[in-house]
């Protein structure tokens, strides 16, 4: 079949590596200017792949999709034809002893949602500078022990780089998909089905967000704000969030001495760069776990816009020659191989 992808985010990247291996012709249509060009929220991803931590305020499905996906990313890695990182050595809560209280609702909430091999275990303070030597301050910790996350920059270029044989047409904005059809500024393009994957971007410029309608065209932008440490000389070995009553907070390690500091979830649309307030916060929570960070260097931020629909969830709606998928929200990289395949299967079961 000849498949038209509009957005080459992570969605749009995954589909077109599956339908491209499935012998299909692809073309892939985004407004960036080439692959690398950082537009999509993929590439500003911190790249945690939690299934259980997400059980604070997502459903049990998230949670579902969030395993299977994790089992896909381990098939789908080793098949790129460049290298991503990708770990399962769990993740950690941790608390400062004076926010005990509101951490223990947090934990006690993911005891009662997890099922029985994924509930979180607690951690004497033997245990957890064994596992994390770097980590002073906090007075409780507790593991996570099936989470994981991967690098998502290097995941978005290999992404696209091995889905060999697709079409990719840059600096071309979608501005409308019918069945069968898209439409650029350059003219109608005829498909035998097209895919919308284009995030944030698939609302229509001037349509007003409504907070009651599930539909992947009423997508609104959840701001988030993210830093890069270059941090020589500190140790991390897994993703740690920091259980803290006002702002949540989390820490990644990523090769080359990076750690992301992440990161704010604010509803506005605004793409600006990141605000004092966030900047404070997150740092000095980061550091009040991590005291080595002290010296490290703030070499990047970045702020990007999760697509999120009214209830927060995902969704795939499928009509005659024409999906749209989206909603992935603050969960993209846990959940979109699941999304994926679930997509794909009904489209071939068409
Ligand atoms: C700060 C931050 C931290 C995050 N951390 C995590 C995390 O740790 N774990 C996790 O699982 N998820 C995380 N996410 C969420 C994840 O990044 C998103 O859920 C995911 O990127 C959504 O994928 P998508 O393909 O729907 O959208 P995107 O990745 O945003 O891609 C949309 C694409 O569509 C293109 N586009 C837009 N309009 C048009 C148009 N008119 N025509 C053509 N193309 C168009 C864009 O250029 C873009 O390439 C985070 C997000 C942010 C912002």
Avoid at 22 to 50: C, I, K, N, Y
Avoid at 101 to 113: D, H, N, S, T, Y
Avoid at 241 to 270: F, K, M, Q, T
Avoid at 281 to 290: D, F, T
Wanted: proline share 6%; glycine share 8%; with cysteine.
């Amino acid at each position: 079949m000849k498949i038209g992808i509009a957005g080459a985010g992570l969605l749009g990247r995954l589909l077109a590596l599956h339908l491209v291996r499935q012998g299909h012709e692809v073309h892939v249509f985004d407004l960036a200017s080439g692959p690398l060009a950082r537009g999509a929220a993929g590439w500003t991803a911190a790249g945690m792949l939690s299934p259980t931590a997400e059980l604070e305020s997502a459903d049990e499905n998230i949670f579902r999709q969030g395993l299977r996906s994790i089992e896909l990313w381990s098939q789908i890695i080793p098949g790129l034809n460049q290298p991503v990182s990708l770990t399962h050595a769990g993740s950690l809560l941790l608390a400062h002893r004076t926010d005990t209280g509101a951490a223990m609702r947090i934990v006690g909430l993911l005891e009662q949602k997890a099922p029985v091999d994924h509930k979180p275990r607690a951690l004497s303070p033997a245990e957890l500078s064994e596992l994390e030597p770097c980590i002073h301050g906090p007075g409780r910790a507790w593991l996570l022990p099936h989470e994981g996350h991967l690098n998502t920059v290097e995941a978005m270029a290999a992404l696209q780089s091995s889905a060999v044989g697709t079409q990719w047409h840059w600096n071309t904005p979608v501005v409308q998909l019918e069945s069968g059809r898209l439409i650029t500024a350059t003219g109608s393009h005829s498909f035998d089905h097209v895919f919308d994957t284009r995030g944030t971007g698939m609302r229509e410029a001037g349509r007003p967000f409504d907070a009651h309608d599930v539909n992947c065209l009423n997508v609104r932008g959840v701001r988030g704000e993210i830093f890069w440490l270059h941090a020589p000389g500190v140790t991390l070995n897994r993703p740690v969030r920091l259980l803290h009553p006002r702002h949540r907070v989390y820490v990644v390690p990523r090769s080359n001495n990076i750690i992301v500091v992440g990161a704010s979830e604010i509803e506005s649309e605004d793409r600006s760069p990141a605000s004092l307030r966030t900047t404070v916060e997150l740092l000095a929570a980061a550091h009040s776990m991590l005291p080595a960070l002290a010296e490290a260097r703030v070499v990047h931020s970045e702020t990007n816009l999760r697509p999120a629909l009214a209830d927060n969830l995902p969704r795939i709606e499928h009509q005659a020659g024409l999906t749209r998928i989206n909603g992935l929200f603050r969960h993209g990289w846990l959940i979109a191989p699941a999304v994926v395949e679930e997509a794909l299967n009904t489209f071939s079961g068409h």
